[in-house]
């Protein structure tokens, strides 16, 4: 399985991960580990479906907030 992983330090990089790997295969910086990273926060999950489900993907800031009652706009710049 391949994933393409865009890090802020690090450009795009394409990670291969094989079904099965020992336990000592999955370091720190990982794929599944930085994705997992990346979705792990509150936030993130609820921006995500609200972008989804109520704004057909896109939406401005304001409209956002709108739609989270108790997020800071200060979270979503």
Do not use: N, Y
Request: hydrophobic share 40%; proline share 4%.
């Amino acid at each position: 399985m391949a994933l393409v992983v865009d890090s802020l330090d690090r450009g795009p990089q394409e990670v291969t991960m094989q079904s099965g790997s020992e336990e000592d295969e999955w370091r720190e910086d990982c794929a599944p580990r930085r994705v997992l990273e990346l979705f792990s926060t509150k936030w993130t999950s609820m921006i995500l479906h609200t972008l989804h489900a109520r704004h057909e993907g896109q939406a401005r800031i304001g409209g956002l907030q709108r739609s989270l009652p108790g997020i800071w706009k200060k979270m979503l710049v």
